[in-house]
């Protein structure tokens, strides 16, 4: 019987659910913010004696707001709310992808700028 209710209710939770449309622009802006302050940043906070990694996690941090900003306008962190409630194991996983990813950007930018200098 419960599954019956839920089978019910899935087409009711999909209207619920629909995407607001994503401006583009103003996801690519976000994106150019994001890697302009990683490239700052790693030139800035890189003394050229630590570990590229080291300096890398700092760079991270130092960039998380323009990347949250650019994840929120992409409408993934809405999406990702709703799935919390309902798979928090897939969305953890989730998250440790975007915080590999968001490290491994920043590695490449203090190594592009080691490179560079």
């Given at each position: ?21 994503v ?53 993934l ?41």
């Amino acid at each position: 019987m419960r599954k019956l209710w839920i089978i019910a209710f899935l087409p009711l939770m999909a209207c619920a659910t629909e995407e607001a449309p994503v401006d583009q622009s103003a996801v690519n802006a976000a994106q150019q913010a994001w890697f302009a302050c990683l490239k700052t940043k790693a030139v800035s906070e890189d003394d050229g004696r630590s570990d590229a990694g080291t300096v890398a996690m700092a760079v991270k941090g130092l960039c998380e707001p323009q990347y949250r900003q650019m994840w929120a306008l992409t409408g993934l962190a809405a999406r990702a709310d709703r799935v919390r409630s309902y798979d928090p194991m897939t969305v953890a996983l989730e998250e440790q992808k975007q915080e590999q990813f968001q490290l491994q950007l920043a590695t490449d930018a203090v190594l592009l700028a080691r490179r560079r200098k």
